[in-house]
């Protein structure tokens, strides 16, 4: 985080004045296959933006947020985040997925970090909040020159395992923060990182969970220091080239303008954001031989506590949206907004209303559910949770002709390079119900052929890893119409918002291989006021999604789904079912059961 004036040694937080971010780079117009829905945004000073419609895009962007987190958590960017359920409501209501937050040490007015770890209270506080609200962790780690360093960031990563521990959420773990302004050169960053991560990816109160890596964290693309003036790419090549293990995630700052800046300085800012992203991938894949996904940790306008005299205007407006459909056009994985509160440009008020980033974040999104954004995991660096079957592996029938698709709106996810968090999003707020659904009784299935694998029936009354995205407002278990493959099923409650809203319930995990055929049943209770559409997807070790079209769902009995999975890269790391329902915003409930692949 960028703020201002405590301990040198805590992430995010450095002492001094204003900064300002000044990058030089060739403006590069992406360009792609892409349908965008487009109208003319009101014009502002500098910048000239064409609204597009994010939901279009190929590829989720994570949304995320950071909260500022201090000892006595008593001040204007983070106190507000323990005491106001308002405000995390709020930012749930935007389907805020990741929270980063800081491990900080005690202040040294010396100069030099301190060893220990001064806001571990509000630390594990935090972390109870998020997990409540069903969001991933971002972890920043001490810098890198603490003198207790693997100490303080296993005690932290241990409190992270405590909060976490048994559950399929994904961790995202920097480094240190800001490397280039904290004082540390790329080889010392890079000694740190080939301490500290392969101790913490062998940490047994980690086991189990799906741990993410990140760095160099810079506090913009291009360093601001230690970095030899005659090769700027130092930094970023001498990390992807020396960093072992590799980095699940690059990451870095993006910031534009300081508050006395005039508006033009904050558009060209902006306008250099793809440059950065291409510029970046091009190094990965000389480097590395692939892009990694890529999060902005930090990015806003400016990132000073002083309030900027844009604030509120039409021109705040406009930077906002070409700044989120920047990032989403450019494929970023994920995009973590600075700050959760405080005076600068936060995307919710206190009183858990859309500040005016916020209002512009859902003008961006069409109005409309964010995109998938729960759905993909890759390779984890900390182990995989594997699936345990439930009861004896059964099989599922295979059905008579299906029904010919009707034109449905695709709104598929194929990201090129973008990971996704644990698939536990916020539940969005219950859709009331229209009508009443009658209890139906199952219709029978044929029995199946011997040859298919029944993986997932859940009989045992649980979930059993499956989660929701979207607009679906709950998950549970449920014995209202009994399963396919017994008496239990997921029950899940979902809507649509929108042509492009594709609410989904998926698994991170590995399981079906390519060429094999991937089914699940579904069942749509007659009488439900919606015509519900459903389709399968896998994703890959590349983070690409794969899947079928959208097919109706006949009502009155279990329906099956079905895809042969083609060549895909590695293996699958996530998959599960995407949902369209049409009238939109008219809550349906369906039943899942007999998930498995042959």
Known sequence: ???????????????????????????????GTLAFFSYTMAQSANL????????????????????????GNNNNYGGDWFSNAKLRAGLQQLHTTIIRLPVRGPNSPGG???????????????????????????????????PNLLQD?????????????????????????????????????????????????????????????????????????????????????????????????????????????????????LSKWSAH???????????LGQAKPIIISEWNMDAWGTRDPRTGTQFETDWTTKAFQTLATNKVFAEVHFNVNGN?????NSDGSLALQGKALVAALGSGTPPPTQGSTPTPAGGK??????????????????????????????????????????????????????????????????????????????????TRAGNVSSLTNSTAVGGQDGQHALKAVLSSRNASDLPYVSIATGGPRAGQTLTAYVYVPAGTPATVNAKLFVQDSNFVWHSTNLVPVSSGGWFKLSYTIPAINGSVTQFGIQFYCSPNNVSSTVYIDSIGWS
């Not at 992203?277 to 480097?287: G, K, P, V």
């Open 344 to 348: 600068e440009h936060p995307l919710v």
């Open 277 to 287: 992203i291409a510029d970046a991938n091009q190094h990965m894949r000389s480097i």
């Open 112 to 146: 030099s970090p301190a060893a220990g770890f001064a806001n571990e209270n509000e630390f594990k506080l935090a972390l109870a909040d998020i997990k409540a609200m069903g969001a991933s962790p971002l972890v920043v780690l001490r810098n890198v020159r603490d």
């Open 385 to 466: 949770p594997t699936p345990t079957p439930t009861g004896t592996p059964k099989s599922t029938s295979t059905p008579g002709a299906t029904p010919t698709p009707t034109p449905i709106p695709q709104a598929s996810p194929t990201p090129g390079s973008s990971l996704t968090p644990t698939p536990v999003l916020f539940p969005t707020p219950t859709p009331v119900p229209v009508g009443a659904n009658p209890t139906p009784t199952p219709t029978p299935v044929p029995a199946p052929p011997p040859s298919s694998s029944l993986h997932y029936s859940f009989e045992d009354g649980g979930n059993d890893g499956w």
């Open 153 to 269: 960031d296993t005690q932290a990563m241990n409190d992270v395992g405590a909060v976490f521990h048994g559950t399929s959420t994904v961790i995202y773990i920097e480094i240190m923060n800001e490397p280039d302004l904290g004082g540390v050169d790329a080889p010392t960053e890079v000694k740190g990182w080939n301490t500290v991560v392969p101790a913490l990816q062998a940490l047994p109160s980690l086991r189990g969970l799906s741990l993410k890596f990140m760095g160099p964290v810079l506090a913009g693309y291009k360093p601001l220091n230690y970095a030899p003036a005659s090769n700027p790419d130092f930094y970023l090549d001498y990390f992807l080239t020396n960093a072992k293990p590799q980095p699940d995630v690059i990451s870095w700052h993006e910031y534009t303008c300081s508050p006395t800046d005039p508006d033009y300085r904050c558009s060209d800012g």
């Open 1 to 31: 985080m960028q703020p201002r004036g405590s301990a040198l040694g805590s992430p995010g937080i450095r002492a001094g004045s204003v900064k300002r971010f000044v990058f030089i780079a060739a403006v590069i117009l992406v360009a």
């Open 48 to 71: 000239n933006t064409q609204a597009g419609n994010i939901n279009a895009i190929n590829g989720p962007m994570l949304l995320g947020e950071n909260i500022y987190i201090d000892v």
